[in-house]
């Protein structure tokens, strides 16, 4: 067979695919053979992960391998299988098209994993197969018999148990191949449907300029695709093409035929006699596995939201607990590099600019590193070891209530610690609406980076005393509790108004329990931290830049105190401009500088409301900037920072979109700046109306 123009190039290394389940080791296996020789992004045009990496025949030789996203089936319904079906049918000119193709799939659920084989299988390329999890099938009673089912297919097949690293070897060794035989396992298509598909093909190869393996598999994949371009961002078919096939579709429907589900009986049909000589029951009488007895209590009504209660409990604690010292580390390393740099320069806009701008910005992102890497270790080991699905599927009732299915509480948990994480992982919700929906809410999910302001506002409610352990960690859970609420309520509003839709019927795989790789969580967690400090650092370093010129330009006297300066800075006209919009939840002019400025990322209120009240102590003692706060003013003598415009405050807090990457992220994620303007005006309208609420009907009554 002829591969497309595009890949064919002198001397060109073999291109592997690795093709699977979700949940099958296909990542495993990807990270074993590449290490840390892999390049992370986005398919361009999509918001689908690309891992491309390079391993090394037993030669010594490189090959491009390709980690492409989980699928069921070639059919797509989402855009993670869109994009493996497209990248594997050479659709997509910005990605190789895969000369060679590595199939992963789970030995404990063969026959369910074969059916994305059978399709690729279709593709005439050069296959390798690996039977994974070895170890699980034996546990579920099978036996496997690799060899018959080398011999059926007529392609390489190895047995791997990819957690253990067993099979690295003979699959490193079956890839150094120059001589991959193609597959030679034929079935046959359905009489009903089998003219269609000559017809179909002959236009593909005719109209689309396909391959003819190409055109014979594609046509197989148009008539079981409920709508072929819903979820492609590729090259369309041609007129002729679509014509031919909305005829047939037309004629079938009008016969009462199921062209679709004859489809896919005929291929399980296939699938079951490829099993049938080389998959036996060796043990009729299997006891109830691990899984399904830890399921017993997980999945339970009642037990499992104890588990998850429990789980999250640990997760939190060990985000605010565990991440103090190195948080502690980094913020000493940020000072002694700050001291280095005033200590080396002279006085003056440059330094400031560094040490100020530059130095305080990138620490201020930093900072939170420590927090962010237990996040995904957590997540990363409660996914490797399978309980994130449970997790999920126990949540699905809740979420169904808000029009959301159990897919969307792990990007919400995310969100916890940040909402760009949170953002992304929404990645995985095959329906549109509904990711578009998590992401709009997603921010509400009070982050790492509110924490500061929390503290602040916490420690400044009572004048001249210390804030009651209690009323500490009840305003905290309150806080939390209203962002999590708002979310929910928005998630109602927009599933019955906006983004109208069914509420969403959740079919989600429970993969085995396993003992998890650390390794593989290991370098999860890297990547995801390099993403979070490329994409948020980068952003957060400008801004931080610019909200320093804006409070050192223009320049007061010489003589005049630092809040003067600030008084008469572009920053505090700023400040002045929005005191008549703000003055009615009970801020000022002062508080709007910190509104502003924490545009940028909500921790810096804390550091700008210590300039603007020329608060110069260390700054992790907030003893001085809460008496400061509590000493501060209005002109007429009234006190600033009462209880109830602490309470006020964090309020607003909670529901405005106070984030410049948050909003960088959600235009990248849905490739437009609507959202991201429509989430900032949604979000910041109704904290202003709450605040507004709240103030005012506190000050009402009194307080």
Known sequence: MSLPAHVKTANRKPVYAFVGNPNCGKSTLFNALTGLKQKVGNYPGVTVERKIGTAYSQHGQPMTVIDLPGAYSLAARSPDEAVTRDVLLGRRTDTEMPDRIVCIVDGSNLERNLYLVHQILDLGRPIILVVNMMDLATKAGLEIRVNQLEKQLGIPVIAAQAARGQGVIELKLAMSRQDLPLPRHRWDIPAEISSAVSEIQASLQNFDHKPPLIARAESLLLLTDQD??????????????????????????????????????ARYDAIGKLTADSVHQVDTFVAQNTSDRIDAITTHGLWGWA??????????????????????????????????????????????????????????????????????????????????????????????????????????????????????????????????????????????????????????????????????????????????????????????????????????????????????????MIERAGLFLKRAGTIILAISIVLWALTAFPKAREEATAAEQIAQSYAGQAGKLIEPVIKPLGFNWEIG???????????????????????????????????????????????????????????????????????????????????????????????????????????????
């Open 307 to 524: 588990v998850l209660g429990a789980l999250m409990t640990a997760l939190f604690l060990s985000i605010f607990t565990l991440a103090e010292y190195p948080m502690g580390l980094i913020e000493a390393t940020v000072v002694t590099l700050s001291d280095a740099v005033k200590g080396a320069m002279p006085a003056g806009d440059l330094r400031d600019l560094i040490t100020d701008g530059a130095i305080a910005g990138v620490g201020g992102v930093v900072i939170f590193l420590p927090q962010i890497l237990i996040l995904f270790f957590f997540i990363g080991l409660l996914e490797s070891t399978g309980y994130m699905a449970r997790a999920a599927f126990i949540m699905d009732r809740l979420m169904g209530k808000v029009g959301l299915n159990g897919k969307s509480f792990i990007p919400l948990l995310s969100s916890y610690a940040c909402a760009i994480p949170g953002i992304m992982a929404t990645r995985t919700i095959e329906d549109p609406k509904d990711r578009l929906v998590t992401i709009l809410v997603a921010p509400f999910m009070s982050c790492s980076a509110r924490l500061p302001v929390y503290l602040l506002m916490i420690a400044a409610l009572v004048p001249n005393g210390e804030v009651p352990l209690l009323t500490k960690v009840g305003l905290m859970l309150l806080m939390y509790a209203l962002g999590t609420f708002g979310a929910f309520g928005f998630a109602w509003l927009f599933k019955r108004t906006l983004l109208k839709g069914e509420p969403p019927l959740m079919i989600m795989e429970l993969p085995p329990y396993r003992m998890p790789k650390i390794k593989d969580v290991t370098l999860h």
């Open 593 to 703: 500088i910190g509104l502003i400025s924490s545009f940028a990322a909500r921790e810096v209120f804390v550091s700008s409301m210590s300039v603007v009240f020329n608060v110069e102590e260390d700054e992790e003692d907030t003893t001085p900037l809460r008496e400061a706060l509590q000493n501060s003013r209005w002109p007429d003598g009234r006190p600033l920072f009462t209880p109830l415009v602490c309470l006020t405050l964090m309020i607003f807090y909670v529901f405005a979109m106070q984030c410049i990457s948050t909003v960088a992220i959600v235009k990248r994620e849905t490739n437009s700046w609507k959202w991201p303007l429509f989430q900032i005006g949604y979000q910041t309208g109704f904290a202003w109306l709450l605040c507004l609420a709240v103030f005012q009907i506190g000050s009402a009554l009194g307080y």
């Open 228 to 265: 072929p371009l819903r979820v492609s961002g590729s090259q369309p078919i041609s007129p002729q093409t679509s014509k031919i096939l909305q005829n047939w579709k037309t004629t079938w429907e009008k016969a009462g035929t199921d062209w679709a589900g004859t489809l896919v009986a």
